[in-house]
Nanobody
Framework: QVQLVESGGGLVRAGGSLRLSCAAS????????VGWFRQPPGKERDFLGS????????YYVDSVKGRFTISRDNVKNMVYLQMNSLKPEDTAVYFC????????????????WGQGTQVTVSS
């Protein structure tokens, strides 16, 4: 069982940066792949990227590649999403999620989800 809690959201101007944190509970956090998702107002939730168990590999969708960076600290049971060059279209609720899977990218579902944190980017 893993519990996830996101934090770090807020209001930022376009071009600015934010770092979101995802705090995980559970002794076996390092066995999980962690992904970041977002849900813009009135839209479906979208996958942004993921990080492998050892943090050796990451994957990003094209829309955030080069602007967003995922990292993790398995000692602290933390995963981070560094977001730079933010745009108004990045406004959304951001979620972290974890899955016990060997696949960094795939259709296999994420098992555990946080409650989300709001990010608002003003123009």
């Amino acid at each position: 069982q893993v519990q996830l809690v996101e934090s770090g959201g807020g209001l930022v101007r376009a071009g600015g940066s934010l770092r979101l944190s995802c705090a995980a509970s559970g002794r076996t956090f390092s066995r999980y792949i962690v992904g970041w998702f977002r849900q813009p107002p009135g839209k479906e939730r979208d996958f942004l990227g993921s990080i492998s168990r050892s943090a050796g590999n990451t994957y990003y969708v094209d829309s955030v590649k080069g602007r967003f960076t995922i990292s993790r600290d398995n000692v602290k049971n933390m995963v981070y999403l560094q977001m730079n060059s933010l745009k108004p279209e990045d406004t959304a609720v951001y979620f972290c999620a974890a899955k016990d899977s060997p696949w960094l990218v795939g259709a296999d579902p994420y098992d555990y989800w946080g409650q989300g944190t709001q990010v608002t980017v003003s123009s």
